[in-house]
Each structure stands twice: as C-alpha cells, then as structure tokens.
C-alpha cells in the first residue's frame, strides 16, 4: 500500500509572495535599518551621492539667509535638485559607477532643443511629486547637518561655507529658468 504523500519537501515558511507580499518580504528591513542607523548615522541605502548632503544642507541655509518662505525655500531646494539630475545626466562618465541621480530618470520630460527647463522641472509633480529633501532631511537630521525642523536650518554640524564653497556654483544656476546641454557638462566639477 503507498503512503500518500502530504508535504513537499523542508520548509520553514511559506511559499513566496503569498505568504508575504510587499516591499520588505523578510520582515527584518525595519531590525536591520534600526542597527545601521545606530551604528552609521546618516548613511542610506536610496543613495550613494555624498554631495546631495551638501546641496540641502546649502539650499536650506541659503533660503534662510535670503529670508524665504518655506515655499519659496522647498522651490530653491527642488531647483538645486533639478540641475544636480542635469549635471550627473550630462558630465563625463564617473570615476567609480554611481547610482542615478534622484530624479534623473524623469529629466527627458523637461528636454528640449538641448535646453533644461530648470523651472518646470522644479515644480511640485516636475521631476517628483515634491522634491527629495524628505530623503535627506532625516540622515541631516542624523549627523546634525540641518535640524529637524519643517523649514529646516542648519544644524550644529553643518559647515556651510564649505558646502558654499564646493557647490556655491550650483545655487547661480538654479536660479535660471532654464540651462543647455554644454552648460551642464562644464558644471561637471558640481556632482
């Protein structure tokens, strides 16, 4: 007489997306992301761009210092996002492999002519439904860089004459409505 057979193989979970549908299907992403962020504040796995600290830390101050709104302030940060995308889209290859710019997969929507249009790409739904300072403003937050504020300023940490100093170019061409091709490739030394 054969034995029927009732269970297939060893398992100790179930099977695949059935069982645990959704983005983090392990169920341990939130344990591990608690850890690295004890561990290594401020590091994130949405980026590898080290200079996009900068470039918010720098946009925030600015706004501050030039006495904007907080809309006004969210505008010039997504702008500076916006030519960053250009610039790391349009410059020589890098030196190691980098990741996309946030945003840059979005930036042939906002081409034409050879010509960036910086100011509707800023616009709330432009390159993201409100820009990407909510990525970064918790890792700020982390290292002290930008406090935790809605309108954030620059925490205890930052040092915005540095960042002015590597990125000031950046705020000058934020600030035009729109910028070519060859502009963004000789802004190179920005990304």
Not at 19 to 26: D, F, I, N, T
Not at 32 to 39: I, P
Not at 134 to 140: A, F, H, L, N, R
Request: net charge negative; with cysteine.
């Amino acid at each position: 007489m054969a034995i029927e057979r009732h269970v297939e193989g060893p398992a100790w979970t179930g099977f695949g997306i059935h069982e645990s549908a959704g983005r983090y299907p392990l169920r341990v992403e939130g344990a591990v992301s608690n850890v690295v962020g004890r561990l290594l504040p401020g590091v994130i796995t949405t980026t590898r761009h080290a200079r996009m600290y900068s470039l918010h830390v720098l946009a925030w101050a600015t706004a501050h210092q030039r006495g904007l709104d907080q809309a006004q302030a969210a505008e010039l940060v997504r702008r500076c996002e916006v030519v960053i995308a250009g610039i790391h889209h349009f410059h020589e290859r890098h030196r190691v492999t980098l990741s996309s710019a946030h945003g840059e997969g979005a930036l042939d929507g906002f081409l034409a002519d050879d010509r960036l249009d910086v100011a509707s790409a800023a616009e709330l739904n432009g390159l993201s439904a409100a820009g990407f300072a909510d990525v970064y403003q918790g890792p700020c937050v982390a290292i002290g860089t930008l406090t935790a504020e809605p309108y954030p300023r620059p925490g205890v940490r930052a040092d915005v004459s540095a960042a002015r100093a590597g990125l000031g170019e950046l705020l000058e061409l934020a600030e035009r409505p729109a910028l070519t091709v060859a502009e963004l490739r000789d802004a190179g030394h920005l990304c």
